[in-house]
């Protein structure tokens, strides 16, 4: 069949089913769309089936064998033995599969029609989806929009091959705790890695091609998850440009991702890349970006958060994409969290002044550092290292979406004993009244 053949007319085609995809199939059906979303793998794309979900996993199943082992001298017995991966990975697999039931009986739900292929352009309006070895379709559209996600950036010394020298999605799927790893990257994703394996057993390097980990963080933050790592276990090198790939079991690369646009063919359809979407997430007037295809750092919330917002477009609703309190968050030690700006009116409050880090966990090393638009000014950034700062940095994204002041946070009761109260005490900081630690000029 060639472009011209029949093709079945479409009011929204969705071109990949990830959470960007996904979020504005739902939204825009939810609005009285008839959409039709197209997925060459599976739905939930990276995040469910490759990355957030079973990373997340990773770093827990981690985590908790490494707190047993911390808690040895407070009466907790030892381990039996090493991690069983294979069990683990069954549980993985599971908990992916239940994910993605879970997408899948939405879409049905909500009357969205997936086509499983692989689509590409033949035309302005007009896209031909690869549905089986020697079967296409084709469908002409109203809307489309592209959520096509992005590929891993190879690395110069040493190009992937499946099996040793693997993209980080390959290292979730692991049966068995290999010997020596050589991580090459300094994003959150090489960190978790790193911190999961060194924790499960491996003797682990990583290699930061940067100046530290974490470079798009706050300095801090990023020496904070720099001895964390080291104290995990991880030899961290930064500035690590030309790291020998030899003498490692696996070598696992997390250099970032490119959007993944060469199978559109979006010339047949006059679309010209990089995307840099409007705040309607449009790129033109038919035609919407969203998520790791369009220029920014690939997070699922922020895939997530274009889609609603591309399909509220769609749906015909004013809504506009806003990404000052965009968090970053990393499950490593400690858990890092990030959101907003990083200079302005700073106060610290360390972890070692609260009575929750005290009792869980031992950590003390961690700390809260709010940043206030001057003196008396609205939050507009917020660094946290510590328990659950990946959970408790929603508080701050909160905050600074209302204009919350330091006075706000401050009147605000926060249970005790817990991590959150970090946030209402680093704030009484700010406003040159803490009681738990001496009050300190701040700085400006
Ligand atoms: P994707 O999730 O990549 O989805 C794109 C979909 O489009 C895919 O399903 C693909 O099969 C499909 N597709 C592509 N081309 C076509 C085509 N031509 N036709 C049909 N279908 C097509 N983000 C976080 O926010 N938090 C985390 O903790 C986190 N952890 C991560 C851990 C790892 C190991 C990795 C690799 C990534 C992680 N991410 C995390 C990033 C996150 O997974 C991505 O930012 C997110 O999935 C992007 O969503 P998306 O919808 O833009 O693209």
Not at 311 to 328: E, H, I, T, W
């Given at each position: ?8 007319p ?10 960007g995809g996904?979020?504005?199939a ?7 769309r ?10 939930g794309g990276?995040?469910l089936n490759e990355?957030?979900?079973?990373s997340?996993?990773l770093?827990r ?5 490494a707190s047993?082992?911390?808690f ?9 033995g090493?991690?069983d991966?294979?069990?683990f990975?069954?549980a ?10 879970g997408?899948?009986?939405?879409l ?9 292929g ?5 035309g302005r ?8 070895e ?12 592209l959520a096509?996600?992005?590929d ?6 040493a190009?992937?091959?499946g099996e040793?020298v ?5 290292a979730?799927e ?8 050589l ?5 959150y994703i ?9 924790r499960l057993?491996?003797?682990?390097a990583?290699?930061a091609p940067?100046?530290r ?7 801090d933050?990023s020496?904070?998850?720099q001895r964390?790592?080291t ?5 961290v090198?930064?500035n690590?440009?030309?790291e ?7 070598v ?15 010339g ?8 840099s979407p ?14 790791d ?19 509220d477009?769609l749906?015909?609703?004013n809504?506009a994409f806003d990404?000052?309190?965009?968090p ?5 030690e400690?858990e ?10 700073v ?9 929750r ?7 003390t090393?961690?700390?809260a ?6 003196e ?7 660094h ?5 700062a ?9 905050a600074?979406?209302m204009?919350a ?10 249970a ?11 704030a009484?900081?700010?406003l040159?009244r803490p009681?738990?630690?001496r009050?300190?000029?701040v700085?400006?």
């Amino acid at each position: 069949m060639v472009a011209g053949d029949q093709s079945d007319p479409v009011d929204v085609l969705i071109i990949g089913g990830g959470p960007g995809g996904y979020v504005a199939a739902l939204r825009a059906a939810q609005l009285g769309r008839s959409v039709t979303l197209v997925e060459r793998k599976r739905v939930g794309g990276l995040c469910l089936n490759e990355g957030c979900i079973p990373s997340k996993q990773l770093a827990r199943f981690a985590a908790v064998f490494a707190s047993v082992k911390a808690f040895a001298g407070e009466g907790m017995p030892a381990l039996a033995g090493p991690p069983d991966m294979a069990a683990f990975q069954k549980a993985r697999a599971a908990a992916v599969n239940t994910l993605v039931g879970g997408v899948e009986s939405l879409l049905k739900s909500a009357k969205v029609t997936v086509v499983s292929g692989e689509a590409r352009f033949v035309g302005r309006t007009r896209v031909c989806v690869q549905t089986g070895e020697d079967a296409v379709r084709f469908f002409d559209f109203k809307d489309v929009v592209l959520a096509t996600g992005g590929d891993p950036i190879p690395w110069a010394g040493a190009p992937f091959d499946g099996e040793r020298v693997v993209e980080a999605s390959r290292a979730l799927e692991w049966d068995r705790v290999p010997e020596s790893l050589l991580v090459v990257g300094g994003d959150y994703i090489a960190v978790e890695l790193a911190v999961a394996y060194a924790r499960l057993g491996a003797r682990v390097a990583m290699a930061a091609p940067g100046e530290r980990m974490l470079p798009a963080f706050d300095t801090d933050l990023s020496a904070a998850a720099q001895r964390g790592a080291t104290q995990a276990g991880v030899d961290v090198r930064v500035n690590a440009q030309s790291e020998s790939p030899d003498g490692y079991e696996r070598v696992v690369i997390s250099l970032g991702r490119e959007p993944r646009l060469t199978a559109l063919d979006l010339g047949a359809a006059g679309i010209r890349a990089p995307f840099s979407p409007d705040a309607q997430m449009r790129i033109d007037r038919h035609v919407f970006a969203i998520g790791d295809v369009t220029a920014g750092v690939p997070l699922a919330h922020r895939a997530m958060m274009q889609g609603r917002v591309a399909g509220d477009v769609l749906g015909g609703k004013n809504s506009a994409f806003d990404s000052r309190a965009m968090p970053q968050v990393v499950f490593a030690e400690p858990e890092i969290a990030t959101v907003g700006a990083g200079e302005g009116h700073v106060a610290r409050f360390p972890l070692a002044a609260l009575g929750r880090a005290i009792i869980e966990a031992k950590a003390t090393a961690g700390f809260a550092k709010l940043v206030f638009d001057g003196e008396g000014g609205p939050l507009i950034g917020a660094h946290l290292a510590g328990p659950r700062a990946t959970d408790l940095i929603a508080e701050m994204a909160l905050a600074i979406e209302m204009g919350a002041t330091a006075e706000d946070l401050a009147l605000t009761v926060h249970a005790h004993p817990t991590f959150a109260e970090a946030a209402l005490e680093a704030a009484e900081v700010a406003l040159g009244r803490p009681i738990h630690v001496r009050p300190k000029p701040v700085a400006r």
